[in-house]
């Protein structure tokens, strides 16, 4: 048997020189992939494995040169795994971005459009530099070729059998026998980061917290999906400083009547709710404008026409292939999945979806019963000498709830753990990721709703006016009758849930941001803990200097995009309905987001894999989340200012209950009515940058006439 450990001693280093030679092995060569295959122990495996598995990892180096790509081999030091790294010749690049109609942007006399790469158009050197530093193609272009290609099937001449390589199901066999099983596997496929841009990136972007945003470089390095979802974190940024610094001005007046007349109450509510009314309108209306801007500057308006299927979508059994006859071409189609009807029965996705929306009505009934039982068990803490201390223990209490219910349903990518909705979504079988993240986002809005806000929703409006025995049956109303309490109410102290309502949201708001960052810093520490354990140590006061490879397959896989909106969406939910009932937490949110912002950029420069490219148009379904929260602000704020709190008294006295219900029916109509001025005021599709758009496409077809060179988007 060969001994284990057998390797070169540079790989240990110590005392002054371990920096030069760490930046020494950083790669500052073209971009790459990474291929990592675990290696049997020599000195526990039989021969023939060891020699099965350095077959496995000949025939993958075959493979990808008969592919014309670059490979590069290195073993780490314990040998327990072997590194391919591969890159595309320049001549490669050329004939596949012509072949895959690869778009680079025109130079600015020549309009400035994105045109598909072709011969002719750079030997007439129409192409402008990228913004990441590279001549022709960027490095998330020069990625998705290579990532391609690899995944083809190589050219045969001579009858060799040469089938392409499946790196999903070498994967998936990987994971089913572990770093222990057998043989050569393979454990992880990915791209890797291009140290020059990624330091640039660090020193421009995620170290830089007062600096714009370098969203070009972020475009290229990224793709149009990250790029759109860093456009949206700024934007939400800075339009969160309108009611978080108004807020803060408010909570210093309430702070005022408080020492003098014992209430957080102030005149100033009124003025304040129509603000964030207003703020949330326009909010969704101006990015609506900015959204389709980045459409027109990255020429995404018509993405989802052209894109692709999903490989899940082609692999499922539930997918007809070939068979569907296509009622507009005539043709068969290659891939049909039926969308179906709900009644009289339901069939194809809409069954799927029936289970879907059945599953999710029984979690919302759930968490409304937990809720209300919380309550039932906790508002007798709320009285005249204290109602911090219920408050804030109800508060407590919703949040465990409404965590664990995030945990069950969304899971907990960073222990491995798939949520009830993926699951579900899943099942759906939808064709296209656009079409697919579209119905989990909804899918989690239907129940994040009930779990995030009902607990505040019913603080400030049921708590103090329900009666269980004498409600009708509804929906809600079957939950709320099963807490058993016989005529009962559960009112706040001296009927006044405001200041209630408002710690409860303060606790809650602070609560779910703790959370947040255990599940993001916590688990992953726990699974790489566990993951890491049996590991040989290095000698004492010795450093293993190790490639990038290495080190970044130690590092988290990417995380989904549509991810990353969901902490900032539910809280502008927060904001935007509740914010009345505490004005400083717009302010604090934004004091947090602004280094949660910078936070995240340094965690997939420094702490993630690279992400593959990914094109969006939009922002999907969180624009409709946001026009919901746009249409419940206006109704809450009304609520909280006529029936929760004193809001409207302050101005109308004398008025009695069923006067301030009026007052605030009125107020509530008033609101939809600047909403809607709003909205005919804010163009969603700004003219200027249409007419920019329309301009560059007219020059890019005169320029391509003028060189006689055919439109290759036309082919």
């Not at 001549?91 to 994105?114: D, I, N, P, W």
């Not at 499922?316 to 068979?323: L, R, S, V």
């Not at 919302?364 to 803490?381: E, R």
């Amino acid at each position: 048997m060969r001994t284990k450990d057998r390797s070169r001693a540079t790989r240990y280093a110590g005392g002054e020189d371990d920096d030069a030679a760490a930046v020494a092995l950083v790669s500052m060569g073209p971009p790459a992939m990474c291929a990592v295959f675990s290696l049997p122990d020599p000195d526990e495996a039989i021969e023939e494995v060891v020699k099965a598995a350095e077959e496995e990892r000949i025939r993958f180096k075959g493979l990808m040169r008969s592919l014309n790509l670059n490979v590069q081999e290195m073993k780490n030091k314990d040998r327990t795994l072997c590194f391919f790294k591969l890159s595309a010749p320049d001549t490669m690049l050329r004939y596949e971005a012509q072949e895959k109609g690869v778009r680079l942007r025109l130079r600015e006399h020549l309009g400035s459009a994105l045109c598909k790469y072709t011969g002719e158009l750079e030997a007439k050197k129409a192409f402008t530099k990228t913004s990441d530093g590279f001549e022709l193609f960027c490095s998330q272009q020069q990625l998705t070729i290579i990532e391609e290609v690899s995944r083809t099937e190589p050219w045969r001449n001579d009858g060799e059998e040469k089938l392409k390589f499946e790196f999903e199901a070498k994967m998936s066999e990987f994971e089913g026998c572990g770093r222990s099983g057998m043989g050569s596997k393979l454990c992880a496929y990915f791209p890797l980061h291009h140290e020059r841009i990624r330091l640039k990136l660090i020193s421009e972007w995620s170290t830089r917290p007062f600096s714009p945003q370098p969203l070009e470089i972020i475009r290229e390095y990224f793709g149009e999906k990250h790029a759109l979802f860093w456009t949206w974190f700024g934007f939400y940024i800075t339009m969160l400083w309108i009611p978080g610094i108004l807020g803060a001005i408010l909570f210093v007046l309430q702070i005022q009547d408080y020492m003098e007349v014992n209430s957080m109450e102030s005149p100033y509510m009124l003025v304040y709710g129509v603000i964030l009314s207003m703020w949330t309108s326009a909010f969704s209306c101006l990015w609506k404008s900015l959204e389709k801007t980045r459409q027109f500057e990255w020429d995404t308006v018509a993405f989802e026409e052209q894109e692709e299927i999903r490989r899940e979508f082609m692999e499922d059994e539930k997918t007809e292939q070939g068979k569907h006859d296509n009622e507009v071409t005539g043709e068969k189609d290659a891939y049909y999945f039926d969308e179906g009807e709900y009644f009289p029965i339901p069939t194809g996705r809409s069954r799927e979806k029936a289970w879907t929306y059945a599953v999710i009505l029984v979690v919302d009934i759930v968490i409304i019963y937990l809720q209300i039982f919380l309550w039932q068990m906790l508002y007798s803490l709320i009285n005249v000498e204290d109602i911090m201390v219920g408050s804030v223990m109800y508060g407590i209490a919703s949040s465990f709830v409404i965590f664990a219910a995030d945990c069950a349903m969304d899971g907990v990518p960073e222990l491995g753990f798939q949520g009830i909705v993926d699951r579900l979504t899943d099942n759906e079988n939808w064709d296209t990721f656009t079409r697919y993240e579209d119905a989990l986002i909804m899918h989690t809005f239907m129940y994040k709703m009930v779990n995030k806000f009902f607990p505040l929703l019913w603080v400030a409006f049921f708590a103090n006016n329900v009666k269980v025995d004498h409600l009708v049956s509804t929906t809600t109303t079957d939950v709320c009758c099963l807490a058993k309490v016989s005529g009962q109410y559960w009112r706040c102290y001296n009927w006044e849930c405001y200041p209630v309502l408002s710690i409860v949201l303060v606790t809650q708001v602070v609560l779910l941001q703790i959370f947040y960052y255990v599940q993001l810093y916590v688990f992953p520490s726990v699974r790489k803990m566990l993951s890491q354990e049996g590991k040989p140590v290095p000698p004492s006061g010795m450093r293993v200097i190790r490639a990038p490879m290495e080190i970044q397959y130690e590092w988290h896989e990417p995380g989904a995009v549509v991810d990353f909106y969901m902490v900032l969406v539910y809280q502008l939910g927060y904001v935007a309905m509740f914010g009345l009932a505490c004005p400083v937490v717009p302010l604090l949110c934004n004091v947090v987001n602004m280094f949660e912002l910078r936070r995240k950029a340094n965690s997939i420069l420094c702490e993630t894999r690279r992400p593959g490219y990914e094109c969006a148009s939009d922002i999907g379904t969180y624009q409709q989340v946001i026009d919901v929260f746009a249409v419940l602000s206006i109704i809450t704020t009304s609520g909280l200012l006529g029936i929760t709190s004193h809001g409207i008294y302050f101005y109308f006295p004398d008025m009695t209950m069923a006067d301030c219900m009026w007052a605030t029916l009125v107020f509530e109509h008033i609101l939809f009515l600047g909403k809607l001025l709003l909205e005919s005021v804010i163009p969603t599709e700004p003219a200027e940058a249409r007419a920019n758009y329309e301009l560059q496409q007219e020059m890019k077809v005169k320029i391509l006439t003028n060189w006689n060179i055919p439109d290759p988007e036309t082919y």
